[in-house]
């Protein structure tokens, strides 16, 4: 009898020194655990005396339909206006809205901001990544859309893609340049001049 209750007693000390082991381990309540890693951390600086301008006038809201020329003259009655340089402007900026991106004087900035014409002035902005982590996934062949839209590997397959064009002699892409068509009145070539059509194309392609 004398010997069950030792190798009783001897039993429940190891059970409750392991769990006194096991609880050193454990988080504590009210406690989040430590990620692996700190996430990647992202930051913005205002980069310096430069502002991004958008105009408002829907005349001259440009893209691939309007010539530069026309978004040129229209930023340059605005700099006219308040007397900016010349010289000033970093870029013009055509492909989706009409605007600028140049480096002014903050009263420049506040003065364009009361404009009627003018739709935006933010101040640009660099952005930077930080140390930090992220969880690798393991590698597929198969992409993404492709097994999602269940179309395998898109052999034989045709694709009409509706937007800005596209680089017909682009060497990762296979344009059928006599079914392609542009809708822009006043125009026949479907070649890309403003480059969205293409990049979604290379990315259907891939």
Known sequence: MNTRFAACLLTA??????????????????????????????????????YIVMLRSAENQSGSVQELGRTTSAVNTILSRYAIRNNQPVDILNSIHAGFIARLTRNQALALKQDQDVELVEQDRVITLEKGCFELVSPSSVQWGAKRTGIADG????VWIIDTGVDTDHPDLDVDTVLSKCFITGQTSVEDNNGHGTHVAGIIGA
């Open 13 to 50: 000390c190891m059970l409750i020194s392991a769990g006194c082991r096991k609880s050193d381990q454990t988080v504590k309540a009210g406690q989040v655990a430590a990620p692996a890693c700190d996430p990647v951390q992202l930051f913005s600086t205002p980069a310096d005396s430069t």
């Open 155 to 158: 052999s034989g397959k045709r």
